[in-house]
Structures are given as structure tokens and as C-alpha cells.
């Protein structure tokens, strides 16, 4: 079971842009498609985005399309999630894990970590 470690996130103005990081703690993310997911309170968890095991095929909710771009470099093992023209409803907890394509479903083994937080405010 991989671990991940999330990184990247902050509190920014609307309009603005963020670049998260998800990495592995103890082992590799080569060999996994791998999936970013948002939490806000109260709400539940959703998919933002997945990326297949050789960065060529790339999924999107529609909330995020055009926005945010996940991109992956198996040489450092990382998996990034580029986020542009953040908006209020973007705020939340977000998370990395492994998951299926082509529709984005965390794999029955996936692990969530302390995930990292998006905060936007003016």
C-alpha cells in the first residue's frame, strides 16, 4: 500500500494559481495511476483530476476543466496538480491516491494521507 505525502497548498486571492505535489513516502508512484481529490467541510469528497500510469491520458471534473492541469514525472516520482484562476469553490483539503482510469475510482488498496490545504479569500 503506497503512502502519500501531499504538499503545495496555501491561501491565495481568487484569480490566482497553485501548484500541489504528491509524492510517496517508502516507495514509487511510477507504477500507479494516480488521482487528485478535494474535501471541503461539510461536504463530501470529490474527484478533481487523474493522470494514467504514463502521463498520457488525463481526466477532469468539469468544475476544474481548462483550470487545472495534472501533470506527472516518474523520474522524481511525483504527480503535480496545476491550479489556475483558483475560485472560492475551490477551497478545500486535497488529496492524492491511486486510482482506475479512465474513471477516476480510488483502487480498492488506496491510502489517504494528511492531504493539503487550499484556502482562497480575498
Not at 497553485?18 to 517508502?26: E, F, P, V
Not at 471541503?40 to 500510469?53: D, M, N, Y
Not at 472560492?88 to 491510502?111: F, Q, W
Amino acid at each position: 500500500q503506497v503512502q502519500f505525502v501531499e504538499s503545495g497548498g496555501g491561501s491565495v486571492q481568487p484569480g490566482t494559481s497553485l501548484k500541489l505535489s504528491c509524492a510517496a513516502s517508502g516507495g514509487s508512484l511510477d507504477n500507479y495511476a494516480i488521482g487528485w481529490f478535494r474535501q471541503a467541510p461539510g461536504k463530501q469528497r470529490e474527484g478533481v483530476s487523474c493522470i494514467s500510469t504514463d502521463g498520457g491520458n488525463t481526466y477532469y471534473a468539469e468544475s476544474v476543466k481548462g483550470r487545472f492541469t495534472i501533470s506527472r514525472d516518474n523520474g522524481k516520482s511525483t504527480v503535480y496538480l496545476q491550479m489556475n484562476s483558483l475560485k472560492p469553490e475551490d477551497p478545500a483539503i486535497y488529496h492524492c491516491t491511486t486510482v482506475r482510469v479512465p474513471h477516476c475510482i480510488p483502487t480498492l488498496d488506496h491510502s489517504w494521507g494528511q492531504g493539503t490545504q487550499v484556502t482562497v479569500s480575498s
